[in-house]
């Protein structure tokens, strides 16, 4: 009997973990680390408010991590964040469910540039604090972070409204992804999905949405969860009322 509930509780419990992008996961990888990032925005105020924001949240992921994964540069570099007041029609995404979104072009086999959109129209992304977890959720998916099935985690598809810190499902996730990229550079990995795109490609991650049934059906049709049944699935929607949105 009590193997019986060893073998459910370790198949839900590996349900619930980190996940990875589907062109990390394919393939694609930034060829060197760390990257250099640094935030676009013409207002000087907002730019040094995003830029605090910004390092701490590098800051927090490479501490907690203990690894070095973005430098922030003031200048040089395509890597992008940057303050978007038409997000709609730039990004094409739902303005009223999207808080930012994670752009990675690809070029061979390698990560060319990344470029973190953030909604400026959204009412969350006005709150600092919530604009710095928008921020770390969206450099989490620079590095081949997906969203993660624990709900605790700053990678969770919903923003958390009390949001504490990096979840040790993000830390490792993010150990995974580089050590994953760092076999990659080492043995110079071409991944076979890459050999006839000598052209630059994009692709946006398509994020979450506000709100727990909102956030739910967003889930689903991302196909991010694979849940093992019912009971599962409204322990999920009970947690996502506690949620308010992110991308
Ligand atoms: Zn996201």
């Not at 890597?79 to 979104?101: C, G, H, Q, Y």
Request: aromatic fraction near 10%.
């Amino acid at each position: 009997m009590w193997l019986k509930w060893i073998i459910i509780f370790s198949f839900t419990s590996s349900a619930w973990a980190f996940r990875l992008t589907s062109d990390f996961t394919n393939g694609f990888y930034w060829s060197t680390l760390p990257i250099n990032i640094t935030v676009l925005e013409a207002d000087p105020a907002r730019k040094s408010m995003i830029e605090d924001l910004a390092k701490a949240a590098i800051d927090e992921w490479q501490t907690r991590s203990g690894l070095s994964l973005w430098d922030y540069a003031d200048t040089g570099t395509k890597n992008i964040i940057r303050w978007s007041t038409n997000f709609a029609s730039e990004t094409r995404m739902d303005p009223e469910s999207t808080l930012a979104v994670a752009i990675r072009y690809t070029k061979g086999p390698y990560f060319a540039r990344t470029e973190i959109v953030i909604n400026g129209g959204h009412s969350l992304n006005q709150n600092q604090a919530n604009l710095r977890t928008t921020i770390t959720h969206e450099l989490g998916h620079t590095m081949g972070l997906d969203h993660s099935e624990v709900g605790q985690a700053v990678m969770a598809p919903t923003l958390q409204a009390w949001y504490n810190g990096l979840h040790s499902d993000d830390v490792q996730g993010v150990q995974a992804a580089q050590a994953e990229m760092d076999h990659r550079q080492v043995t110079g990995y071409v991944s076979p999905l890459s050999y006839d795109s000598g052209a630059s490609q994009t692709q946006a991650l398509n994020c979450g949405t506000v709100g727990p049934v909102a956030a739910t059906s967003g889930v689903s049709v991302n196909g991010m969860l694979s849940l093992a049944g019912g009971l599962l699935i409204s322990f999920v929607r009970k947690i996502l009322k506690w949620f308010k949105s992110r991308c």
